[in-house]
């Protein structure tokens, strides 16, 4: 289902970082727009990112839930999941807890809610004050900042990379090395060629997840519904690691853009947000606008930002969230 939401009660309204109108539409690399990440994950160097700043209405989806038109991971992209983890001495901050304890709980999570086989392969932690006292997970990378910026997490390129990647030994940055015994990857090779060739889909799925006691109350989520993204709305986003490119779709605004986010969200609650789907229009259309035929195809994936909410008291505690990676592979 489509949400084309009118006015709305509990709706606010928030500032979103686009790219500027004059940057180039992109769906392929082409070296315009891009960063450099040290081995801990930070940036180390900008190229061709103007921004513009857009406000936009931000709708309530728990009122929507309310009233019997909720969200869904598979036509809007994202879905919001009643999931406590309750696990005696579980450390949020300790890397081999999460690596060993936590991404069970969200494959088996992913694996429920949509029907299909999943295994989770990479994390962080976002938080503003975290990032400023430069934080680290012990074993891990250092805490990341709310990412300000409307983005999708990959592309037409990256995605099909990212499953192969994981049919590989895994990489410096690879946050499941140590789940691993030597020369061993995550998934088999043969199963991924055959869902890259076209025999199969994947998705890759974030279990985002506030791990404060406090209900999150700075530096909200929102998401856009993907049923409202076209793809002359896209500019390719590289990211140059120590051992490879990743890409991002980076997003020109377009005010059919509809926004939500879910206020208060608290530690037992998980949201999903796809990231990628191989069954999506644009994931099979190589670009190309969607059919209307199409017109009941998921989505390919959920453009995501954090927002300032003018409701937010000075008081307001910081926002502290872990997002897990699940890649999904279909029968």
Excluded at 215 to 221: G, N, Q, R, Y
Excluded at 272 to 284: E, H, M, N, P, V
Aim: charged residues 25%; glycine residues 8%.
């Amino acid at each position: 289902m489509s949400i084309t939401p009118e006015s709305e009660p509990g709706t606010t309204r928030g500032l979103f970082n686009y790219l500027a109108p004059e940057v180039s539409s992109s769906l392929f690399r082409n070296g315009q727009v891009l960063t450099r990440r040290d081995p801990d994950g930070n940036d180390s160097g900008r190229q061709g990112i103007d921004l513009r700043e857009y406000s936009m209405p931000v709708h309530n989806a728990r009122m929507r839930s309310s009233s019997g038109e909720t969200c869904r991971l598979e036509a809007n992209g994202f879905e919001l999941v009643a999931r406590p983890f309750d696990a005696p001495d579980f450390d949020f901050f300790s890397h081999d807890d999460v690596v060993v304890r936590y991404y069970p709980h969200c494959a088996a999570l992913v694996s429920e809610w949509t029907g299909a086989r999943a295994v989770a392969f990479d994390h962080n932690i976002r938080s503003a004050s975290g990032q400023k006292a430069q934080r680290r997970i012990r074993g891990g990378q250092n805490v990341q900042g709310p990412a300000h910026l409307v983005h999708g997490d990959y592309t037409l390129t990256s995605g099909p990379a990212r499953l192969r990647a994981l049919a590989q030994t895994p990489g410096g940055n690879d946050t499941v090395r140590s789940l691993l015994a030597e020369g061993e990857s995550l998934l088999d090779a043969s199963d991924v060629e055959r869902v890259v060739a076209g025999d199969g889909r994947f998705a890759i799925i974030n279990v985002w997840r506030n791990i404060a006691p406090e209900p999150v109350a700075s530096h909200p989520m929102a998401l856009c519904d993907g049923q409202t993204v076209a793809p002359e709305e896209l500019v390719v986003f590289e990211i140059h690691y120590q051992d490879r490119v990743g890409e991002n779709y980076f997003a020109k605004h377009d005010p059919r853009h509809r926004w939500y986010y879910y206020p208060g969200m608290t530690r037992d609650e998980a949201l999903l947000i796809k990231q990628w789907d191989s069954a999506g229009t644009l994931a099979r259309s190589s670009g190309a606008l969607p059919d209307a035929s199409d017109a009941v195809a998921p989505c390919t994936f959920s453009f995501h930002s954090a927002f300032n909410d003018p409701a937010t008291g000075p008081d307001a505690p910081d926002r502290w969230s872990m997002e897990v990676r699940c890649i999904v592979l279909y029968d």
